[in-house]
């Protein structure tokens, strides 16, 4: 079996860019992705607006045009799935991978259809396909659910929004205009704090003029066929209700990245380890590009601040050719 310089686990954004930098080092490479191309990205809100502006999106300076100030999900999906097409990238979608096992100077890559050599792989696995459960009774019961695409189907329903992040503000907002009765759930005592500006003020003017119910200093203690129990300040609250959406935010698959044997500090930021220089892990020939070198820590990490460790792994890469 051939074995191929560079194998990429991720075909989102960073997993393209990744793609991208080694067809310029001339690095045989292979992108797996287990869904479509930029799936998490495809699997965000129907309506979602970025906070970055175009061009914090953009990979290897290909400008990324936008209509609006602040680009669409439609438009960002548009922009990627283009340069895969233009670049003639080598990606291999809804093929998932396995398992990862070092042989010698090389890595055998098992996945739901074939088996691969490379000499070299990079994680760009996100940290969008696993929510942070709560972890109460009810939780699994089909009204739940920990993500949200189309307000249309909430409209004239009863509905639970957990969380007070960005997503579960444009939840509750876009729900609320289509005829939905939204009730947030926060544990803290205000919305959060890294809320999108220019939505912010909309969401607490909702809640002032009584649209949107809120439970502040509260959390959801019981989920069940049409109704929710809720602790409110010491109160326990029981609520009439059709859906919940637990948008409590989301994580790195921690359990795949000790399986193929990437060390993870032990605290609650989880943060696997490696070196902010080369990206590379504790595995020689192995290393972490995207939002999945940041660990629990996933409000800090994003496109535009992490697109840069396409190029610092590739250059780690051809800088070890060179002293072979």
């Known amino acids: 079996m051939k074995k191929i310089d560079v194998i990429i686990i991720g075909g989102g954004a960073i997993g393209i860019a990744c793609g991208i930098e080694a067809v310029k080092g001339e690095l045989s490479n292979l992108i797996i992705e ?83 050599l490379a000499k070299n792989v990079i994680i760009a696995t996100g940290f969008y396909d696993i929510p942070n459960k709560i972890n109460i009774p009810g939780e699994n019961l089909p009204k739940v659910s920990h993500y949200y695409k189309d307000p249309h189907f909430y409209a004239h329903q009863k509905v639970i929004v957990v969380g007070s992040s960005n997503s579960a503000v444009d939840a509750a907002l876009e729900i609320y205009r289509k005829g939905g009765d939204v009730t947030m759930i926060i544990r803290d005592t205000e919305i959060g704090s890294r809320v999108k500006y220019w939505v912010k003020p909309d969401i607490i003017n909702r809640i002032m003029a009584g649209d949107i119910n809120v439970f502040f200093n509260s959390a959801l203690k019981e989920i069940k066929e049409d109704e929710v129990i809720i602790n409110s300040i010491g109160k326990t609250i029981i609520i009439k209700n059709d859906y919940v959406l637990a948008l409590t935010g989301y994580k790195p698959n921690f359990d795949f990245i000790q399986k193929i044997g990437i060390k993870i500090s032990n605290n609650d930021k989880k943060s696997p380890q490696y070196n902010n220089e080369t990206m590379e892990t504790n595995i020689k020939g192995m290393y972490l590009a995207g939002v999945v070198w940041g660990g629990m820590e996933t409000h800090k990490w994003f496109i535009e601040n992490s697109r840069i460790h396409a190029s610092l792994i590739v250059r780690n890469i051809k800088l070890k050719n060179e002293f072979k």
Do not use: W
């Open 34 to 116: 287990k869904g479509c191309i930029v799936n998490s990205l495809y699997n965000f809100p129907q309506g979602m607006i970025f906070f970055s502006t175009s061009d914090k999106l953009e990979i290897d300076d290909i400008p990324f045009i936008s209509n609006n100030e602040k680009p669409l999900k439609s438009e960002a999906l548009e922009y990627y799935r283009r340069i895969t097409h233009s670049r003639k990238l080598n990606i291999n979608l809804f093929e998932e991978v396995e398992t990862i096992e070092k042989q010698d100077e090389a890595f055998r890559v098992k996945t739901t259809r074939s088996s691969y």
